[in-house]
């Protein structure tokens, strides 16, 4: 144990992760959460091997394994015929190929499982944080009561609306993508009838798209439906939807999807939004993680995924140093964000990348990129593996990383056009990582 004092800004899956990570290398950590409670909104999450491998290094893989589902596969079909483009392997395959299991889970479950890991007195709920001052030896955390606490280290995991990102940055507002996405969860006896598979089920039609999948041990079936262009709804997780405007929105879908969109009673609607990747995140004893960081389009389904990593190669990061050097902490956080800024803004391209893939509508560009999925689908599993967005360890990355690697980070071009990455969404290798 060195002593060292955590402050964590905000209680969602990344802030309440790095609690768990950072308190398993000796770290005295306090979460602040703005909520009256902690809560996950009622629908599904992938977490991919990458996390699940930082679960399984906190002891919590079991935990998981009996509130999740493993999937066998993902499996892409064209939303008007229903013919399958692309499969990728799951199951045993993720466990062998990437180090660790692929699970489906509720928010809430894995919500739990978290919880379980963070001692309830080191989660102070109802705490607004209005500044984080970086004092040079110590960083202040002011609340707003106006009482103020003092901390060696803040980890800013506020959200996409991170006001501790506003601090740092100067406030800027997400960008809406001109996407909305429909979310429901369905019983499993109310589609029983169409023999739904324990797949990621994922659908490209065009300007809109389907990811359905089980969770909570198969009790429940899991939607995400994305519309492009339409009208900015609320973007809020709890804003409802019109059940018509919903079955409106995939008249054109095959039948299967129709039939479980039909037994959605009450959808819920939510306009999607994302940010430019951020030239840095780290300012003296302060950094950002989670969506503050980089918040992404849900079509790698790794926001929470990257949170998670972020967690884990913050700790190791963080594990040696002497909390009252101020050299080394900042050294250690410049570390972590060198580590983790290239690849996040990576997968937050590819996310942005996933849009054009998933929703093409130009039938030239659609025939193509079936093809494309096709003719991958035919070849080795092996080969087509996603090993650099799946297989990523932590601690391996931690250990690689050469110092020499901060320049490179910093110079790190940050295109917003994913238009390039089209062709090759579903198994594109990333040089170096
Ligand atoms: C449709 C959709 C599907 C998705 N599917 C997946 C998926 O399958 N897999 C995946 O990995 N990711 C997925 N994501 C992304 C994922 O949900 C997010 O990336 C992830 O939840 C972000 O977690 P976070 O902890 O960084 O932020 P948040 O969950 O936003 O948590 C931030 C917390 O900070 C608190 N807070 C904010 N301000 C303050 C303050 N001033 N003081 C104190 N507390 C504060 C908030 O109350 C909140 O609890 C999806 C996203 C969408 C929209």
């Given at each position: 144990?060195?002593?060292?004092?955590?402050?964590?800004?905000?209680?969602?899956?990344?802030?309440?992760?790095?609690?768990?990570?950072?308190?398993?290398?000796?770290?005295?950590?306090?979460?602040?959460?703005?909520?009256?409670?902690?809560?996950?909104?009622?629908?599904?999450?992938?977490?991919?091997?990458?996390?699940?491998?930082?679960?399984?290094?906190?002891?919590?893989?079991?935990?998981?394994?009996?509130?999740?589902?493993?999937?066998?596969?993902?499996?892409?079909?064209?939303?008007?015929?229903?013919?399958?483009?692309?499969?990728?392997?799951?199951?045993?395959?993720?466990?062998?190929?990437?180090?660790?299991?692929?699970?489906?889970?509720?928010?809430?479950?894995?919500?739990?499982?978290?919880?379980?890991?963070?001692?309830?007195?080191?989660?102070?709920?109802?705490?607004?944080?209005?500044?984080?001052?970086?004092?040079?030896?110590?960083?202040?955390?002011?609340?707003?009561?106006?009482?103020?606490?003092?901390?060696?280290?803040?980890?800013?995991?506020?959200?996409?609306?991170?006001?501790?990102?506003?601090?740092?940055?100067?406030?800027?507002?997400?960008?809406?993508?001109?996407?909305?996405?429909?979310?429901?969860?369905?019983?499993?006896?109310?589609?029983?009838?169409?023999?739904?598979?324990?797949?990621?089920?994922?659908?490209?039609?065009?300007?809109?798209?389907?990811?359905?999948?089980?969770?909570?041990?198969?009790?429940?079936?899991?939607?995400?439906?994305i519309v492009q262009g339409g009208a900015e709804a609320v973007e809020s997780w709890s804003a409802r939807g019109d059940r018509d405007r919903l079955l409106a929105d995939f008249a054109g879908?095959?039948?299967?999807?129709?039939?479980?969109?039909?037994?959605?009673?009450?959808?819920?609607?939510?306009?999607?939004?994302?940010?430019?990747?951020?030239?840095?995140?780290?300012?003296?004893?302060?950094?950002?993680?989670?969506?503050?960081?980089?918040?992404?389009?849900?079509?790698?389904?790794?926001?929470?995924?990257?949170?998670i990593e972020d967690a884990a190669v913050l700790a190791r990061c963080l594990e040696p140093v002497d909390p009252s050097r101020t050299d080394e902490v900042t050294a250690a956080?410049?570390?972590?964000?060198?580590?983790?800024?290239?690849?996040?803004?990576?997968?937050?391209?590819?996310?942005?990348?996933?849009?054009?893939?998933?929703?093409?509508?130009?039938?030239?560009?659609?025939?193509?990129?079936?093809?494309?999925?096709?003719?991958?689908?035919?070849?080795?599993?092996?080969?087509?593996?996603?090993?650099?967005?799946?297989?990523?360890?932590?601690?391996?990355?931690?250990?690689?990383?050469?110092?020499?690697?901060?320049?490179?980070?910093?110079?790190?071009?940050?295109?917003?056009?994913?238009?390039?990455?089209?062709?090759?969404?579903?198994?594109?290798?990333?040089?170096?990582?």
């Open positions: 144990m060195h002593g060292g004092r955590a402050l964590v800004v905000g209680g969602g899956i990344g802030g309440l992760t790095a609690a768990a990570t950072l308190r398993a290398v000796g770290w005295d950590v306090t979460v602040l959460e703005q909520a009256r409670a902690l809560a996950q909104v009622g629908a599904g999450i992938q977490v991919a091997s990458n996390a699940a491998r930082v679960f399984a290094g906190l002891g919590l893989a079991d935990a998981l394994a009996v509130r999740a589902v493993e999937p066998t596969g993902i499996d892409v079909r064209s939303a008007r015929t229903g013919r399958l483009l692309h499969h990728t392997p799951l199951g045993d395959f993720a466990r062998t190929t990437y180090g660790a299991p692929y699970f489906h889970l509720h928010r809430a479950d894995l919500l739990d499982v978290l919880v379980g890991a963070v001692p309830a007195e080191a989660i102070r709920l109802r705490t607004v944080v209005t500044a984080v001052q970086d004092r040079g030896d110590a960083v202040t955390v002011t609340l707003d009561d106006g009482t103020t606490l003092d901390a060696d280290v803040v980890v800013a995991a506020d959200g996409i609306h991170s006001p501790s990102r506003a601090l740092l940055h100067g406030p800027a507002r997400s960008q809406f993508s001109g996407m909305v996405c429909w979310r429901g969860l369905i019983p499993a006896e109310r589609v029983a009838h169409l023999a739904l598979a324990r797949i990621c089920h994922v659908w490209y039609g065009p300007d809109a798209s389907v990811v359905a999948y089980w969770v909570r041990g198969g009790e429940l079936f899991n939607v995400v439906g879908f095959e039948p299967t999807v129709r039939g479980f969109m039909a037994e959605i009673d009450d959808p819920f609607l939510w306009a999607i939004h994302d940010r430019d990747p951020l030239p840095w995140w780290t300012r003296g004893r302060v950094t950002l993680l989670g969506d503050a960081a980089h918040p992404m389009l849900p079509y790698m389904a790794q926001g929470a995924c990257q949170a956080l410049q570390r972590y964000e060198a580590i983790r800024r290239p690849r996040t803004t990576e997968v937050q391209q590819q996310s942005r990348a996933g849009a054009t893939v998933f929703h093409l509508k130009d039938w030239r560009s659609v025939w193509r990129r079936n093809q494309q999925l096709r003719t991958a689908m035919r070849a080795d599993p092996a080969v087509s593996a996603r090993t650099w967005l799946y297989g990523y360890d932590a601690d391996r990355a931690v250990d690689e990383h050469d110092d020499g690697a901060i320049a490179a980070a910093a110079a790190t071009t940050v295109s917003t056009s994913g238009a390039a990455a089209v062709a090759d969404h579903w198994s594109r290798p990333v040089s170096g990582r």
